[in-house]
């Protein structure tokens, strides 16, 4: 008996880490925040925490603080709040926003009748302008952060989340899109279709493989073709 015809991908979901919003602003925030908590630099601990960060790219920043302050809840949440003041300070000092060359390749994949759905671990209060940014100018459905499931990445719950959200179907006409480990694992656990890692650096590839990448792009532009390839 054959096999059945895995179904046209209807809705793609894609992470805003790298693609749109930069490592360097994170790292920025999440140094200040341990800093609010006297984790500074030059120290070990400084030092260890970034290690730890570095590691969890890709990640939620809260799970990450949390994981860090762990033992002690009211450290973990001034961190977290920190975090996200942080950030929105950064994002407004650096001029964080979607570029229109980046948006580009989802309005054509929203224009060929996708549903397009925008990922991030960050929760909506850090978020808040460049999700207001998504909606007015991005091809979005549907926007989700970090407080909109029971775990960010790499679990499968935003992903699923984004599918009852926008009433996919099927798992499998779903296309995960991530420039990160940890965005390609949660698309792969959760069962999607495609799982399409972005990056230009080809010593990353072997570990977006093993994350479960489908297909790799060296560009964003790249998307509304793959997706278009039967």
Known sequence: MAAP?????????????????????VERAFAEA???LGIVAGTEAYTRSMVRFDRGRGRSPADILRELFEGDETRAQAACLAFDQSFSAAAE????????????PFGKVSAAGRRVCSLTTLSRGAA?????????????DLVLCADDAPRGF??????????????????RE???VSATEAGLLAGHRAGAGMVVGVTRNRKRLPAM???????ILDDIAALPDLLATP
């Open 34 to 36: 341990i800093a609010t």
């Open 174 to 176: 779903v296309a995960v």
């Open 154 to 171: 790499p679990w499968p719950d935003l992903v699923l989340t984004a599918m009852l959200r926008l009433g996919a179907g099927d798992v």
């Open 93 to 104: 000092r650096f001029g964080v926003a979607a570029s229109p060359e980046v948006l580009a």
């Open 5 to 25: 015809a895995i179904p046209p991908v209807s809705l793609v979901c894609y992470d805003l880490a790298k693609i749109v919003i930069d490592d360097e602003i």
């Open 209 to 215: 493989r093993k994350a479960g990448a489908t297909h």
């Open 128 to 140: 808040g302008p460049l999700i207001g940014q998504l909606h007015l100018h991005g091809p979005a």
